[in-house]
């Protein structure tokens, strides 16, 4: 049975950081796509950060960019979300998902197979 666990989240202050991680068992996805997905207080979750199979690039949505940085172990079938500089915008429940296509449009939804139960991000101003 696949699982991806996520972890880390918490209530920080604006300006400051937290390290989400998100660990998968009963399957390596060394070689497939990862990312995490947001979902703010009465909005939809939305794509926040991707890293693409083998975790040699990523990239991310517009509101993150260059204050988060995705990362992965594939030793550890680990992956994280790096967040720096959070403000209180950056709230919402954090979910890591995990690809087996290999292509697609991975930005949507709909394209992963498997999601983690979420860790809430609090930022307080």
């Known amino acids: 049975q696949v699982q991806l666990v996520e972890s880390g989240g918490g209530l920080v202050q604006a300006g400051g950081s937290l390290r989400l991680s998100c660990a998968a068992s009963g399957r390596t996805f060394s070689s497939h796509v990862m990312a995490w997905f947001r979902r703010a207080p009465g909005k939809e979750r939305e794509f926040a950060a991707i890293?693409?199979?083998?975790?040699?690039?990523?990239y991310y949505s517009d509101s993150v960019e260059g204050r988060f940085t995705i990362s992965r172990d594939n030793a550890k079938n680990t992956v994280y979300l790096h967040m720096n500089s959070l403000k209180p915008e950056d709230t919402a429940v954090y979910y890591c998902?995990?690809?087996?296509?290999?292509?697609?449009?991975?930005?949507?939804?709909?394209?992963?197979?498997?999601w983690g139960q979420g860790t809430q991000v609090t930022v307080s101003s």
């Open positions: 998902a995990a690809s087996t296509a290999d292509e697609g449009n991975f930005y949507l939804q709909k394209t992963y197979d498997y």
């Open positions: 890293s693409w199979s083998g975790g040699s690039s990523s």
